[in-house]
């Protein structure tokens, strides 16, 4: 931010307490000024993305937002805010579509009803969010979704993979879902920007078969477990809880060459001590808070 400063001369008949005023006045200005600067925390980050935390919105901007998460209006107004990128949750539908949508029903969230697994894309394309009015925001394609964003391999993604079905440990299911998310990265050219989530270790296994270069992250119950199986699997990085890890985690995990990305972050204060302890990402829900923070919305 640039400050334009005007000088001018007093007449030598102002007397010393105007000026010890105006003396006063201009440390205040200065204590100000400081004041404005970073956080100090923010000053020392220390991280595997060039010790700048990216940030990440949760399903587009969050979900203490006025739009719903995993809509093209919410993802556009993340982007648009100044974050380095969006998470997102994906289903699979019948068809073999990917969907964004979080709720293991649609009725949980939406006009419809049942599972997105068990309609073909034509069945539910229609369906819209129901605690919004007007009822404007429809359940969207991820191919839709970033078809709508210019320059899409300008921003990071996080596909939280959601299999939600009963058969969700099958191998023709994987297959499935794991082919859709391949041809959405080979169709759009995102694969260096993408980041695949989940908690299913044998899914994470058959997509590190399927295309070596891909960039997984385990969604573990607990840290160490996900430290032992990034390590055994040889992935990119974690996601956890942030206030379930510590720093000092962390910086074990960065020493061994995994990146971390952190969730579960909707008030300032959470945030911040999301950022005190060095993640890589911060999937946050308060995004303009962060954002600006890190002076990324003047970009």
Excluded at 38 to 61: C, F, Q, R, W, Y
Excluded at 137 to 158: A, C, M, Q, T
Excluded at 271 to 285: G, L, R, S
Aim: proline share 3%; with cysteine.
């Amino acid at each position: 931010m640039k400050f334009k400063v005007s000088v001018k001369l007093f007449p030598a008949k102002k007397s010393y307490h105007f000026l010890k005023k105006n003396f006063i006045g201009f440390g205040l200005l200065t204590v100000f000024f400081i004041s404005c600067s970073k956080d100090p925390s923010i000053l020392t980050v220390k991280n595997l993305e060039g010790n700048d935390i990216k940030v990440i919105g949760h399903g587009g901007m969050g979900n203490i937002w006025k739009f719903p998460i995993n809509t093209i209006r919410s993802v556009h107004e993340c982007l648009n805010s100044g974050a380095d990128g969006v998470e997102m949750d994906l289903q699979l539908t019948n068809d073999s579509v990917l969907v964004a949508f979080h709720s293991q029903t649609l009725e949980n969230a939406t006009t419809c009803n049942g599972k997105i697994y068990y309609n073909d894309w034509p069945d539910i394309e229609n369906c819209r969010y129901k605690f919004f009015s007007p009822l404007q925001h429809k359940v969207v394609r991820i191919k839709d979704l970033l078809g709508s964003i210019p320059s899409p391999n300008e921003y990071y993604y996080f596909f939280d993979c959601k299999l939600y079905t009963e058969n969700n440990y099958s191998l023709a299911y994987l297959n499935q879902f794991a082919n859709s998310i391949i041809q959405v990265l080979d169709e759009f050219g995102i694969s260096e920007s993408v980041f695949i989530e989940s908690v299913n270790v044998e899914f994470l296994k058959l997509l590190k078969k399927k295309k070596k270069d891909i960039r997984l992250f385990i969604y573990p119950p607990d840290f160490g477990k996900g430290l032992e199986i990034s390590k055994n699997l040889n992935l990119f990085g974690i996601s956890f809880k942030s206030k379930e890890v510590s720093k000092e985690q962390i910086e074990s995990a960065h020493v061994m060459g995994f990146r971390i990305a952190l969730w579960g972050v909707d008030s300032e204060h959470k945030n911040m001590e999301a950022v005190k302890k060095n993640p890589d990402y911060i999937q946050t829900d308060n995004v303009r808070y962060l954002v600006k923070k890190f002076g990324k919305d003047k970009r």
